[in-house]
Structures are given as C-alpha cells and as structure tokens.
C-alpha cells in the first residue's frame, strides 16, 4: 500500500477532513517534538509543545496559504509554541525543589558537555541538528519541514559540529566527537 502525498493530504485537512489531519499529524510528530526540544532542551515540554502545535494548526488550516508548505508552516508554529512554553515556564525552573536540582547535576560529564555544546549553538542550527541526529529525518525531510535547501541544511550541520566539535576540544571533551 502506497502513502498518499503530504499534498493531497494537506487539500483534504483543508476541507474538513479529520482523518487526514491525523495522519499528518502521525507524520510530522517526531519532526515537531525534535524542533521543540531544540529550543526548549526538555523530551517533556517538547511533547506538549508539539501537542500544541497540532492543536492550533488543526483551527488555522484554512488559513493556511501555500499548501506545499505545510511542514515549513507548521514548524513556525512549533516554535513559537515553544518559545511560549519556554517563557511559562522559566519563573517555575527557579521554583523547583533541591532534590530535583541535586538529581539532574549527577548527570555524566560527557552528558553535560555535548548538552553545553548545544547550548553554544545558533537557534537554527541547533534545530537542524535535532532534527538530522534525534529525529533522523532525511535531509530531503528537513528542508521540507525548514523550508530551505538541502545545501543550506548541509552548510549549517556542518558549520554546527564545528562549532560544537570546537567548544568540547577547549572544555577538554577532545575524545569526544
């Protein structure tokens, strides 16, 4: 059984269709939680923030314009819903209790070196890098979810891991690559 096009699916969803926003929605998931945790660094808050994301894009579908832009549009949702996410909940990161404190500073120092690594990233390299690395997408699949070139993705995986590769040899993580 062959997939029906993202096109077609996207036409139908514009109509009224439920259950070709469900299967958008089962497509473009793991690449919206992956856009999410860039920007929020949290599995979590990046599930409810993708979560978000389908809500408001299933109310707005009528709006939406460019309909082979689908996945480039619906990442623009992500990530404002997720920058919301993330101002809503830095007054409740100062709140939080020692013992959740304590148990997240015992994580290995590799860990917290790449994770600093990734810190040191752009917001847009640091999305290509989830995306091609936690989600596995293809780099066919990030320039349709990014709305840009596979040799834009190219360049900016590349420049990404430099820098990263850069930030870990001067913290003393040069095993690490």
């Known amino acids: 059984m062959q997939q029906e096009p993202d096109l077609a699916l996207v036409e139908q969803a514009c109509n009224g269709d439920t259950d ?3 299967e958008l929605c089962r497509r473009y998931y793991p690449a919206m939680v992956a856009v999410a945790h ?4 949290d599995r979590h808050l990046a599930e409810d923030a993708a979560q978000q ?3 408001k894009a299933v109310r707005k579908m009528t709006q939406l314009k460019n309909k082979t832009k689908f996945a480039a549009w619906l990442a623009a949702i992500c990530r404002n819903a997720a920058l919301d996410l993330a101002q809503k909940t830095e007054t409740l990161h100062t709140a939080e209790d020692l013992s959740m404190i304590a148990a997240e ?6 860990t917290e070196a790449v994770k600093e690594a ?3 990233l752009t917001a847009t390299a640091r999305e290509v890098i989830f995306l091609r690395y936690y989600d596995g997408m ?3 699949q990030i320039s ?3 709305g840009i070139s596979e040799q834009a993705i190219t360049g900016r995986l590349r420049r990404a891991k430099k820098k990263m590769a850069n930030y870990l040899r001067h913290t003393g993580f040069d095993k690490v690559q």
């Not at 500073?105 to 590799?110: A, F, K, P, R």
């Open 118 to 120: 990734l810190n040191k």
């Open 105 to 110: 500073s015992q994580e290995n120092d590799v």
């Open 38 to 41: 860039s920007i929020l660094g």
């Open 20 to 22: 070709s926003f469900t």
């Open 53 to 55: 994301t389908f809500a």
């Open 144 to 146: 349709a979810v990014l």
């Open 138 to 140: 293809t780099y066919e």
